[in-house]
Protein backbone atom coordinates (compact mmCIF):
# COMPACT_ATOMS: atom_id res chain seq x y z
CA UNK A 1 0.00 0.00 0.00
CA UNK A 2 3.02 2.16 0.53
CA UNK A 3 4.52 1.64 -2.42
CA UNK A 4 1.26 2.24 -4.41
CA UNK A 5 0.37 5.80 -2.48
CA UNK A 6 4.07 6.52 -3.37
CA UNK A 7 3.78 6.27 -6.99
CA UNK A 8 0.64 7.94 -7.11
CA UNK A 9 2.82 10.94 -5.45
CA UNK A 10 5.11 10.14 -8.06
CA UNK A 11 2.39 10.51 -10.75
CA UNK A 12 1.20 13.96 -9.52
CA UNK A 13 4.88 15.01 -9.38
CA UNK A 14 5.77 14.43 -13.11
CA UNK A 15 2.00 15.04 -14.17
CA UNK A 16 2.18 18.77 -12.42
CA UNK A 17 3.16 22.02 -14.10
CA UNK A 18 5.09 23.34 -11.59
CA UNK A 19 8.08 21.28 -10.72
CA UNK A 20 8.71 21.41 -7.55
CA UNK A 21 12.75 22.25 -8.10
CA UNK A 22 16.11 22.23 -5.80
CA UNK A 23 14.62 24.69 -3.80
CA UNK A 24 11.28 22.95 -2.40
CA UNK A 25 12.37 22.99 1.52
CA UNK A 26 12.52 26.73 1.23
CA UNK A 27 8.94 27.23 0.27
CA UNK A 28 8.06 23.88 2.45
CA UNK A 29 8.92 25.10 5.29
CA UNK A 30 6.81 28.35 4.59
CA UNK A 31 4.06 26.68 3.97
CA UNK A 32 4.41 24.94 7.43
CA UNK A 33 5.49 27.87 9.09
CA UNK A 34 2.19 30.05 7.92
CA UNK A 35 -0.02 27.70 9.05
CA UNK A 36 2.07 26.76 12.09
CA UNK A 37 1.92 30.47 13.46
CA UNK A 38 -2.10 31.02 11.90
CA UNK A 39 -3.00 28.00 13.64
CA UNK A 40 -1.19 29.31 17.01
CA UNK A 41 -2.79 32.80 16.47
CA UNK A 42 -6.55 31.44 16.39
CA UNK A 43 -6.49 29.06 18.96
CA UNK A 44 -4.67 31.27 21.71
CA UNK A 45 -7.23 33.43 21.24
CA UNK A 46 -10.03 30.97 20.89
CA UNK A 47 -10.11 27.41 20.52
CA UNK A 48 -12.09 27.25 16.95
CA UNK A 49 -15.69 25.36 16.81
CA UNK A 50 -16.14 22.10 14.89
CA UNK A 51 -17.40 23.96 11.42
CA UNK A 52 -14.44 26.23 11.75
CA UNK A 53 -11.83 23.87 12.40
CA UNK A 54 -13.34 21.95 9.16
CA UNK A 55 -12.63 25.15 7.57
CA UNK A 56 -9.51 25.42 8.68
CA UNK A 57 -8.51 21.97 7.27
CA UNK A 58 -9.72 23.35 4.38
CA UNK A 59 -7.38 26.11 3.98
CA UNK A 60 -4.18 24.01 5.15
CA UNK A 61 -5.27 21.85 2.22
CA UNK A 62 -5.17 24.74 -0.34
CA UNK A 63 -2.48 26.31 0.71
CA UNK A 64 -0.86 22.79 0.23
CA UNK A 65 -2.00 22.39 -3.70
CA UNK A 66 0.12 25.63 -4.27
CA UNK A 67 3.01 23.08 -3.72
CA UNK A 68 2.09 21.13 -6.85
CA UNK A 69 0.14 23.56 -9.01
CA UNK A 70 -1.48 27.25 -8.19
CA UNK A 71 -4.66 26.60 -10.54
CA UNK A 72 -5.83 23.60 -8.18
CA UNK A 73 -5.30 26.13 -5.36
CA UNK A 74 -7.50 28.59 -7.46
CA UNK A 75 -10.06 25.76 -7.46
CA UNK A 76 -9.74 25.19 -4.16
CA UNK A 77 -10.69 28.76 -3.26
CA UNK A 78 -12.73 29.43 -5.92
CA UNK A 79 -14.79 26.02 -4.17
CA UNK A 80 -14.15 27.25 -0.50
CA UNK A 81 -16.25 30.79 -1.44
CA UNK A 82 -19.26 28.77 -0.22
CA UNK A 83 -17.41 29.24 3.21
CA UNK A 84 -16.03 32.70 3.33
CA UNK A 85 -17.84 33.35 6.63
CA UNK A 86 -16.49 30.84 9.39
CA UNK A 87 -14.03 32.00 11.54
CA UNK A 88 -13.09 33.51 14.77
CA UNK A 89 -13.69 37.32 16.18
CA UNK A 90 -10.92 39.53 18.04
CA UNK A 91 -11.35 42.85 19.43
CA UNK A 92 -14.38 44.66 21.48
CA UNK A 93 -17.48 42.50 21.13
CA UNK A 94 -15.84 40.55 18.60
CA UNK A 95 -15.75 43.17 16.15
CA UNK A 96 -12.74 42.05 14.30
CA UNK A 97 -13.80 38.68 11.93
CA UNK A 98 -10.46 36.28 10.58
CA UNK A 99 -12.29 33.92 8.27
CA UNK A 100 -10.28 30.11 7.06
CA UNK A 101 -10.94 31.77 3.54
CA UNK A 102 -8.72 34.96 4.47
CA UNK A 103 -6.05 32.52 6.03
CA UNK A 104 -6.26 30.19 2.52
CA UNK A 105 -5.97 33.02 0.68
CA UNK A 106 -2.96 35.07 2.09
CA UNK A 107 -1.41 31.51 2.42
CA UNK A 108 -2.03 30.81 -1.36
CA UNK A 109 0.00 34.33 -1.82
CA UNK A 110 2.87 33.78 1.05
CA UNK A 111 3.72 30.50 -0.42
CA UNK A 112 3.03 31.43 -4.18
CA UNK A 113 5.64 34.82 -3.34
CA UNK A 114 8.26 32.54 -1.63
CA UNK A 115 8.18 29.95 -4.42
CA UNK A 116 8.34 32.75 -6.74
CA UNK A 117 11.36 34.46 -5.20
CA UNK A 118 13.47 31.45 -4.64
CA UNK A 119 12.53 28.90 -8.00
CA UNK A 120 13.86 30.97 -10.79
CA UNK A 121 12.15 28.34 -13.09
CA UNK A 122 8.98 28.87 -11.66
CA UNK A 123 9.29 32.62 -11.70
CA UNK A 124 10.13 32.82 -15.49
CA UNK A 125 6.42 31.52 -16.36
CA UNK A 126 5.08 34.96 -15.75
CA UNK A 127 5.18 38.15 -14.13
CA UNK A 128 4.31 37.94 -9.83
CA UNK A 129 1.22 40.00 -10.80
CA UNK A 130 -0.43 40.37 -14.10
CA UNK A 131 -1.07 43.52 -15.04
CA UNK A 132 -4.60 44.79 -16.18
CA UNK A 133 -6.59 48.21 -18.10
CA UNK A 134 -8.10 48.59 -14.24
CA UNK A 135 -5.08 48.80 -12.54
CA UNK A 136 -5.22 52.40 -11.78
CA UNK A 137 -8.37 52.64 -10.94
CA UNK A 138 -7.97 49.92 -8.41
CA UNK A 139 -4.86 51.93 -6.83
CA UNK A 140 -6.62 55.39 -7.09
CA UNK A 141 -10.08 53.73 -5.17
CA UNK A 142 -8.29 51.33 -2.67
CA UNK A 143 -6.00 54.78 -2.00
CA UNK A 144 -9.13 56.64 -0.97
CA UNK A 145 -10.60 54.30 1.03
CA UNK A 146 -7.34 53.66 2.97
CA UNK A 147 -7.48 57.36 3.27
CA UNK A 148 -11.46 57.05 4.88
CA UNK A 149 -10.40 54.36 7.42
CA UNK A 150 -7.71 56.70 8.64
CA UNK A 151 -10.07 59.55 8.86
CA UNK A 152 -12.61 57.42 10.13
CA UNK A 153 -10.63 56.15 12.99
CA UNK A 154 -10.55 59.34 14.07
CA UNK A 155 -14.63 60.42 13.87
CA UNK A 156 -15.49 57.05 15.65
CA UNK A 157 -14.32 56.45 18.96
CA UNK A 158 -15.13 53.17 20.71
CA UNK A 159 -13.30 49.94 20.66
CA UNK A 160 -16.31 48.12 18.74
CA UNK A 161 -16.41 50.77 15.88
CA UNK A 162 -12.38 50.95 15.16
CA UNK A 163 -12.36 47.45 15.12
CA UNK A 164 -15.34 47.33 12.83
CA UNK A 165 -13.82 49.71 10.27
CA UNK A 166 -11.08 48.13 10.05
CA UNK A 167 -12.26 44.85 9.13
CA UNK A 168 -14.44 46.26 6.49
CA UNK A 169 -10.84 47.64 4.93
CA UNK A 170 -8.92 44.78 5.60
CA UNK A 171 -12.03 42.92 3.53
CA UNK A 172 -11.63 45.15 0.51
CA UNK A 173 -7.55 44.84 -0.22
CA UNK A 174 -8.43 41.37 0.28
CA UNK A 175 -11.04 41.22 -2.36
CA UNK A 176 -8.77 42.90 -4.26
CA UNK A 177 -5.85 40.31 -3.76
CA UNK A 178 -8.13 37.99 -4.72
CA UNK A 179 -9.35 39.20 -7.57
CA UNK A 180 -5.39 39.90 -8.64
CA UNK A 181 -4.35 36.33 -8.08
CA UNK A 182 -7.41 35.17 -10.15
CA UNK A 183 -6.45 36.99 -12.94
CA UNK A 184 -2.48 36.53 -13.04
CA UNK A 185 -3.23 32.53 -13.15
CA UNK A 186 -5.26 32.25 -15.70
CA UNK A 187 -3.28 31.74 -18.38
CA UNK A 188 -5.22 29.65 -20.61
CA UNK A 189 -8.74 29.74 -22.21
CA UNK A 190 -9.06 25.90 -20.43
CA UNK A 191 -7.77 27.39 -17.06
CA UNK A 192 -10.35 29.99 -17.09
CA UNK A 193 -13.57 27.06 -18.09
CA UNK A 194 -12.43 25.00 -15.27
CA UNK A 195 -12.41 27.87 -13.24
CA UNK A 196 -16.08 29.30 -14.27
CA UNK A 197 -17.37 26.13 -13.91
CA UNK A 198 -15.76 25.57 -10.49
CA UNK A 199 -17.50 29.26 -9.56
CA UNK A 200 -20.72 27.81 -10.72
CA UNK A 201 -20.82 24.60 -8.66
CA UNK A 202 -19.84 26.29 -5.43
CA UNK A 203 -23.12 28.41 -6.43
CA UNK A 204 -24.97 24.58 -6.61
CA UNK A 205 -23.26 23.74 -3.38
CA UNK A 206 -24.85 27.51 -2.01
CA UNK A 207 -28.48 26.48 -3.19
CA UNK A 208 -28.39 23.39 -1.77
CA UNK A 209 -27.16 24.15 1.85
CA UNK A 210 -30.15 27.36 1.34
CA UNK A 211 -32.93 25.03 0.22
CA UNK A 212 -32.48 22.13 2.51
CA UNK A 213 -31.57 24.41 5.56
CA UNK A 214 -35.08 26.03 4.96
CA UNK A 215 -37.32 22.67 4.35
CA UNK A 216 -35.09 21.10 7.11
CA UNK A 217 -34.03 23.06 10.00
CA UNK A 218 -36.08 26.46 9.05
CA UNK A 219 -38.97 25.25 7.83
CA UNK A 220 -40.59 28.78 9.53
CA UNK A 221 -39.08 30.30 5.99
CA UNK A 222 -41.80 29.11 4.31
CA UNK A 223 -44.78 29.13 6.39
CA UNK A 224 -44.55 32.75 7.56
CA UNK A 225 -47.60 34.22 8.27
CA UNK A 226 -49.12 37.75 6.85
CA UNK A 227 -48.01 39.29 10.82
CA UNK A 228 -44.79 37.81 10.21
CA UNK A 229 -44.14 39.07 6.64
CA UNK A 230 -45.66 42.48 7.81
CA UNK A 231 -43.33 42.60 11.04
CA UNK A 232 -40.09 41.95 8.78
CA UNK A 233 -39.90 38.31 10.28
CA UNK A 234 -39.53 36.48 7.09
CA UNK A 235 -39.20 32.96 9.04
CA UNK A 236 -35.85 32.71 9.10
CA UNK A 237 -34.30 35.90 6.98
CA UNK A 238 -32.87 36.93 10.16
CA UNK A 239 -32.19 34.03 12.80
CA UNK A 240 -31.25 30.54 12.45
CA UNK A 241 -29.83 31.42 9.23
CA UNK A 242 -26.33 30.88 9.67
CA UNK A 243 -26.72 26.75 8.75
CA UNK A 244 -23.04 26.22 7.74
CA UNK A 245 -21.68 29.29 8.34
CA UNK A 246 -23.83 30.76 5.12
CA UNK A 247 -25.05 33.82 7.34
CA UNK A 248 -27.74 36.20 5.90
CA UNK A 249 -30.29 34.82 3.13
CA UNK A 250 -29.31 38.14 1.01
CA UNK A 251 -25.73 36.01 0.76
CA UNK A 252 -27.63 33.27 -0.75
CA UNK A 253 -29.25 35.47 -3.42
CA UNK A 254 -26.24 37.08 -4.43
CA UNK A 255 -24.37 34.51 -4.76
CA UNK A 256 -27.02 32.25 -6.98
CA UNK A 257 -27.71 35.27 -9.40
CA UNK A 258 -23.84 35.50 -10.01
CA UNK A 259 -23.90 32.22 -10.56
CA UNK A 260 -27.04 30.64 -11.93
CA UNK A 261 -26.70 32.15 -15.16
CA UNK A 262 -23.61 30.36 -16.04
CA UNK A 263 -25.46 26.99 -15.07
CA UNK A 264 -28.40 28.56 -17.52
CA UNK A 265 -26.75 28.65 -20.46
CA UNK A 266 -24.41 26.06 -19.99
CA UNK A 267 -26.55 23.76 -20.80
CA UNK A 268 -26.37 24.16 -25.16
CA UNK A 269 -22.96 23.62 -24.54
CA UNK A 270 -22.93 20.21 -22.73
CA UNK A 271 -22.47 17.51 -25.68
CA UNK A 272 -24.30 14.61 -23.90
CA UNK A 273 -28.35 13.97 -22.39
CA UNK A 274 -26.92 13.21 -18.96
CA UNK A 275 -25.27 16.29 -18.63
CA UNK A 276 -27.61 18.63 -19.75
CA UNK A 277 -29.69 16.80 -17.55
CA UNK A 278 -27.72 17.22 -14.49
CA UNK A 279 -27.43 20.95 -15.49
CA UNK A 280 -31.15 21.20 -15.68
CA UNK A 281 -31.50 19.83 -12.58
CA UNK A 282 -29.11 22.01 -10.96
CA UNK A 283 -30.48 25.24 -12.41
CA UNK A 284 -34.04 23.84 -10.82
CA UNK A 285 -32.54 23.75 -7.69
CA UNK A 286 -31.08 26.87 -7.43
CA UNK A 287 -33.75 28.81 -8.74
CA UNK A 288 -35.67 27.26 -6.00
CA UNK A 289 -33.50 28.04 -3.34
CA UNK A 290 -33.40 31.79 -4.70
CA UNK A 291 -37.46 32.04 -4.51
CA UNK A 292 -37.27 30.79 -1.14
CA UNK A 293 -34.67 33.62 -0.05
CA UNK A 294 -37.65 35.87 -0.28
CA UNK A 295 -34.95 38.73 -1.91
CA UNK A 296 -36.88 40.81 -4.04
CA UNK A 297 -33.74 42.66 -4.85
CA UNK A 298 -32.50 38.87 -6.22
CA UNK A 299 -35.83 38.14 -7.68
CA UNK A 300 -35.65 40.82 -9.81
CA UNK A 301 -31.97 40.93 -10.48
CA UNK A 302 -32.21 37.12 -11.83
CA UNK A 303 -35.07 38.26 -14.11
CA UNK A 304 -33.44 41.14 -15.00
CA UNK A 305 -29.95 39.08 -16.39
CA UNK A 306 -31.15 36.38 -17.30
CA UNK A 307 -34.61 37.54 -18.72
CA UNK A 308 -33.18 40.77 -20.58
CA UNK A 309 -29.93 38.79 -22.42
CA UNK A 310 -32.48 36.34 -23.47
CA UNK A 311 -34.92 38.79 -25.39
CA UNK A 312 -31.78 39.14 -27.71
CA UNK A 313 -31.60 35.83 -28.18
CA UNK A 314 -34.87 34.02 -29.81
CA UNK A 315 -32.72 30.36 -28.73
CA UNK A 316 -32.39 31.72 -25.26
CA UNK A 317 -35.81 32.97 -25.38
CA UNK A 318 -37.25 29.73 -26.08
CA UNK A 319 -35.48 28.08 -23.40
CA UNK A 320 -36.54 30.53 -20.81
CA UNK A 321 -40.34 29.95 -21.59
CA UNK A 322 -39.93 25.84 -21.59
CA UNK A 323 -38.12 26.15 -18.08
CA UNK A 324 -40.13 29.12 -16.85
CA UNK A 325 -43.10 26.34 -17.27
CA UNK A 326 -41.32 23.41 -15.35
CA UNK A 327 -40.00 25.71 -12.64
CA UNK A 328 -43.67 26.73 -11.96
CA UNK A 329 -44.88 23.11 -12.10
CA UNK A 330 -42.27 22.13 -9.22
CA UNK A 331 -42.54 25.41 -7.24
CA UNK A 332 -45.91 25.56 -6.87
CA UNK A 333 -46.12 22.23 -5.60
CA UNK A 334 -43.35 22.37 -2.60
CA UNK A 335 -45.06 25.77 -1.61
CA UNK A 336 -48.42 24.20 -1.37
CA UNK A 337 -46.94 21.29 0.66
CA UNK A 338 -44.73 23.56 3.00
CA UNK A 339 -46.90 26.40 3.23
CA UNK A 340 -50.17 25.68 2.21
CA UNK A 341 -49.80 28.61 0.01
CA UNK A 342 -49.48 28.63 -3.85
CA UNK A 343 -45.95 30.76 -5.22
CA UNK A 344 -48.07 33.31 -6.61
CA UNK A 345 -49.38 34.40 -3.10
CA UNK A 346 -46.13 34.52 -1.57
CA UNK A 347 -44.37 36.76 -3.65
CA UNK A 348 -47.32 38.48 -4.13
CA UNK A 349 -47.23 38.82 0.36
CA UNK A 350 -43.51 40.03 -0.03
CA UNK A 351 -43.89 42.49 -2.55
CA UNK A 352 -46.92 43.80 -0.44
CA UNK A 353 -44.96 43.94 2.58
CA UNK A 354 -43.37 47.41 1.37
CA UNK A 355 -46.18 49.23 1.75
CA UNK A 356 -47.05 48.10 5.07
CA UNK A 357 -43.73 47.20 6.92
CA UNK A 358 -41.20 49.22 8.24
CA UNK A 359 -38.70 47.35 7.72
CA UNK A 360 -38.72 47.95 4.04
CA UNK A 361 -38.64 51.84 4.49
CA UNK A 362 -35.87 52.34 2.15
CA UNK A 363 -36.82 55.90 1.20
CA UNK A 364 -35.82 56.74 4.84
CA UNK A 365 -32.73 54.93 4.73
CA UNK A 366 -31.93 56.57 1.19
CA UNK A 367 -32.57 59.81 2.92
CA UNK A 368 -30.48 59.16 5.94
CA UNK A 369 -27.46 58.61 3.11
CA UNK A 370 -28.16 61.35 1.09
CA UNK A 371 -27.68 63.33 4.11
CA UNK A 372 -24.58 62.10 5.02
CA UNK A 373 -23.23 62.36 2.00
CA UNK A 374 -23.72 66.13 1.84
CA UNK A 375 -22.17 66.86 5.23
CA UNK A 376 -18.80 64.55 4.80
CA UNK A 377 -18.59 64.38 0.77
CA UNK A 378 -14.91 63.87 0.20
CA UNK A 379 -14.17 60.95 2.64
CA UNK A 380 -17.24 59.97 4.64
CA UNK A 381 -17.84 58.91 8.06
CA UNK A 382 -15.70 55.94 7.67
CA UNK A 383 -15.80 52.67 6.08
CA UNK A 384 -18.44 50.52 7.46
CA UNK A 385 -19.38 53.38 10.49
CA UNK A 386 -22.71 54.23 8.77
CA UNK A 387 -25.16 53.03 11.28
CA UNK A 388 -23.37 56.11 13.92
CA UNK A 389 -24.42 58.53 11.74
CA UNK A 390 -27.30 58.44 9.97
CA UNK A 391 -30.98 59.08 10.87
CA UNK A 392 -32.21 56.13 10.39
CA UNK A 393 -29.97 53.69 11.64
CA UNK A 394 -33.25 52.25 13.68
CA UNK A 395 -36.41 51.34 11.48
CA UNK A 396 -39.18 49.57 12.58
CA UNK A 397 -37.71 48.79 16.31
CA UNK A 398 -34.81 46.90 13.87
CA UNK A 399 -30.81 48.36 13.35
CA UNK A 400 -29.96 48.64 10.22
CA UNK A 401 -25.79 48.29 9.36
CA UNK A 402 -25.92 49.54 6.00
CA UNK A 403 -27.71 52.07 3.62
CA UNK A 404 -29.38 49.29 1.43
CA UNK A 405 -27.40 50.73 -1.87
CA UNK A 406 -24.54 50.20 -2.48
CA UNK A 407 -23.50 53.45 -3.79
CA UNK A 408 -25.19 55.16 -1.48
CA UNK A 409 -23.44 53.73 1.28
CA UNK A 410 -20.05 54.06 -0.23
CA UNK A 411 -20.27 57.32 -0.54
CA UNK A 412 -21.76 58.10 2.58
CA UNK A 413 -18.73 55.83 4.40
CA UNK A 414 -15.62 56.55 1.81
CA UNK A 415 -16.79 59.89 0.19
CA UNK A 416 -18.01 60.81 -3.29
CA UNK A 417 -14.58 60.44 -5.45
CA UNK A 418 -13.83 57.32 -4.18
CA UNK A 419 -17.36 55.80 -5.27
CA UNK A 420 -16.53 57.88 -8.63
CA UNK A 421 -13.70 55.60 -8.70
CA UNK A 422 -15.66 52.96 -8.04
CA UNK A 423 -18.61 53.50 -10.81
CA UNK A 424 -15.64 53.75 -13.07
CA UNK A 425 -14.29 50.46 -12.40
CA UNK A 426 -17.45 48.57 -12.43
CA UNK A 427 -18.27 50.44 -15.82
CA UNK A 428 -15.26 49.24 -17.08
CA UNK A 429 -15.74 45.77 -16.19
CA UNK A 430 -19.46 45.68 -17.72
CA UNK A 431 -17.69 47.19 -21.03
CA UNK A 432 -15.80 43.87 -21.36
CA UNK A 433 -18.37 41.87 -20.30
CA UNK A 434 -20.44 43.39 -23.26
CA UNK A 435 -16.91 42.70 -25.49
CA UNK A 436 -17.23 39.47 -24.67
CA UNK A 437 -20.79 38.21 -25.33
CA UNK A 438 -20.57 40.12 -28.58
CA UNK A 439 -17.32 38.21 -29.33
CA UNK A 440 -18.28 34.41 -28.02
CA UNK A 441 -21.96 34.38 -27.24
CA UNK A 442 -22.14 31.53 -29.66
CA UNK A 443 -18.85 30.02 -29.44
CA UNK A 444 -18.98 26.58 -28.73
CA UNK A 445 -17.43 25.57 -25.12
CA UNK A 446 -17.13 29.03 -23.76
CA UNK A 447 -19.65 30.96 -25.46
CA UNK A 448 -21.96 30.26 -22.03
CA UNK A 449 -19.02 31.80 -19.75
CA UNK A 450 -19.53 35.05 -21.98
CA UNK A 451 -23.70 34.83 -21.57
CA UNK A 452 -23.02 33.81 -18.08
CA UNK A 453 -21.09 36.31 -16.51
CA UNK A 454 -22.76 39.14 -18.53
CA UNK A 455 -26.33 38.12 -16.74
CA UNK A 456 -24.40 37.62 -13.58
CA UNK A 457 -23.09 41.08 -13.49
CA UNK A 458 -26.43 42.97 -14.67
CA UNK A 459 -28.33 41.15 -11.97
CA UNK A 460 -26.08 42.07 -8.79
CA UNK A 461 -25.77 45.64 -10.08
CA UNK A 462 -29.67 45.13 -9.68
CA UNK A 463 -29.93 43.87 -6.40
CA UNK A 464 -26.78 46.45 -5.62
CA UNK A 465 -29.55 49.16 -5.83
CA UNK A 466 -31.81 47.69 -2.74
CA UNK A 467 -28.48 46.26 -0.73
CA UNK A 468 -25.54 47.34 0.73
CA UNK A 469 -23.37 44.23 -0.88
CA UNK A 470 -20.15 44.53 1.07
CA UNK A 471 -22.37 44.29 4.26
CA UNK A 472 -22.00 40.74 3.84
CA UNK A 473 -18.80 40.34 3.31
CA UNK A 474 -18.30 37.23 2.10
CA UNK A 475 -20.53 37.86 -0.78
CA UNK A 476 -17.64 40.36 -2.03
CA UNK A 477 -15.35 37.16 -2.40
CA UNK A 478 -17.85 35.71 -5.14
CA UNK A 479 -18.36 39.20 -6.89
CA UNK A 480 -14.27 39.02 -7.44
CA UNK A 481 -14.50 35.90 -8.75
CA UNK A 482 -17.31 36.95 -11.35
CA UNK A 483 -15.09 40.08 -11.86
CA UNK A 484 -12.15 38.37 -12.43
CA UNK A 485 -13.42 35.80 -14.76
CA UNK A 486 -14.87 38.50 -17.23
CA UNK A 487 -11.34 40.36 -17.00
CA UNK A 488 -9.62 37.19 -17.75
CA UNK A 489 -12.00 36.33 -20.74
CA UNK A 490 -11.79 39.78 -22.61
CA UNK A 491 -7.90 39.34 -22.38
CA UNK A 492 -7.54 36.27 -24.15
CA UNK A 493 -10.07 37.45 -26.29
CA UNK A 494 -7.78 40.62 -27.31
CA UNK A 495 -5.12 38.34 -27.08
CA UNK A 496 -6.82 36.44 -29.82
CA UNK A 497 -6.02 32.85 -27.50
CA UNK A 498 -9.28 31.81 -29.36
CA UNK A 499 -8.32 31.91 -32.85
CA UNK A 500 -9.27 34.35 -35.71
CA UNK A 501 -12.42 32.43 -35.88
CA UNK A 502 -14.07 34.04 -32.59
CA UNK A 503 -14.34 37.36 -34.40
CA UNK A 504 -16.58 36.16 -37.34
CA UNK A 505 -18.22 32.40 -36.93
CA UNK A 506 -19.56 32.80 -33.46
CA UNK A 507 -20.39 28.54 -33.59
CA UNK A 508 -16.71 27.56 -34.41
CA UNK A 509 -16.21 24.20 -32.79
CA UNK A 510 -14.28 23.35 -29.93
CA UNK A 511 -13.79 19.89 -29.27
CA UNK A 512 -12.29 19.82 -25.89
CA UNK A 513 -15.53 20.41 -24.40
CA UNK A 514 -16.60 17.77 -25.60
CA UNK A 515 -17.36 15.46 -22.73
CA UNK A 516 -16.57 17.81 -20.22
CA UNK A 517 -18.82 18.76 -17.32
Same mark, same amino acid.
Given at each position: ????????????????????????????????????????????????????????????????????????????????????????????????? =???????????????????????????????????????????????????????????????????????????????????????????????????????????????????????????????????????????????????????????????????????????????????????????????????????????????? =????????????????????????????????????????? =???????????????????????????????? =???????????????????????????????????????????????????????????????????????????????????????????????????????????????????????????????????????????
Amino acid at each position: MLNGFTQRLEQLYERSEDFLGRSWPVWVAAILFYVASSWILLTKVRFPEPLYFIVFVMAVAIIALTVFRIEWALLGLCAMIAFTRPGVSLGVDDAFH =ISGFNVALLGVWFVYMVRYASDRAFAAKGPLVRTTALDRVVFVYLLLVTLAMVVGLTKNTGGFALGRILLYWKEQVLYFAWFYLVVTFLREPRDLRRFATTFALAGLLVAAIGLFQRFGGAVEAVTATEDQLEAGVIGGRSEGTSFLGLGHPNFLGAFLIMSLPTWFFMVDHLKKWYQRILADAGILLGLLALLFTYSRSAWIGVVGG =IGLLGLSDRRALRRIFVFLILFAIVSQGLSLAYSGRGVVEL =ISMRFEQLNRSNYSARPAIFRSALDLIAAHPF =IGVGPSAFPWHADHSMVGGRYLSQGHNLLLTLAAENGIPATIAYVLLLGMILRMALHNLRVLARYQGYGFIAQGTYAGLLAILTQTLFVHLFYHRNVGYALYALLAIIVSLDRMVREGQFGPEAAGALTAPDSTWKGES
